[in-house]
């Protein structure tokens, strides 16, 4: 049984950082297309930051290129998105999903096109920037 666990978010004030953990359990696959996912209220979902492990292509939105960064632990089998300089905008509920479906090129249109496609998705982990 797959199951994706988030952690790490909390209340920070403008220019603060923040990074946040997702622990994956019961994977067996090598190949996959994991990533981050946010969504505020009355907003819809957007992908944030997600890789292709096959071939480490990597997505970043514009909205979040140079300030958030993701990195992956595989021995803790564990994935982390390390944001920092952080805006009331970036204020959501972050996700973590991941899907081994996709090859490369579907799991960046799933990046773009917030994550329909896949099929794992964590319970959230809350993050607030004041202003």
């Known amino acids: 049984q797959v199951k994706l666990v988030e952690s790490g978010g909390g209340s920070v004030e403008t220019g603060g950082s923040l990074t946040l953990s997702c622990v994956l359990s019961?994977?067996?696959?090598?190949?996959?297309?994991m990533g981050w996912f946010r969504q505020a209220p009355g907003s819809e979902r957007e992908g944030v930051a997600g890789?292709?492990?096959?071939?480490?292509?990597?997505y970043y939105a514009d909205s979040v290129k140079g300030r958030f960064t993701m990195s992956r632990d595989n021995a803790k089998k564990t994935m982390y998105l390390q944001m920092n300089n952080l805006k009331p905008e970036d204020s959501a509920m972050y996700y973590c999903?991941?899907?081994?479906?996709?090859?490369?090129?579907?799991?960046?249109?799933?990046?773009?096109?917030?994550?329909?496609?896949?099929?794992?998705w964590g319970q959230g982990t809350q993050v607030t920037v004041s202003s």
């Open positions: 019961g994977w067996m696959y090598s190949g996959y297309c």
């Open positions: 890789i292709y492990t096959g071939s480490g292509a990597e």
């Open positions: 999903a991941t899907d081994p479906g996709p090859a490369e090129g579907g799991c960046m249109q799933a990046m773009r096109t917030a994550g329909g496609r896949l099929g794992y």
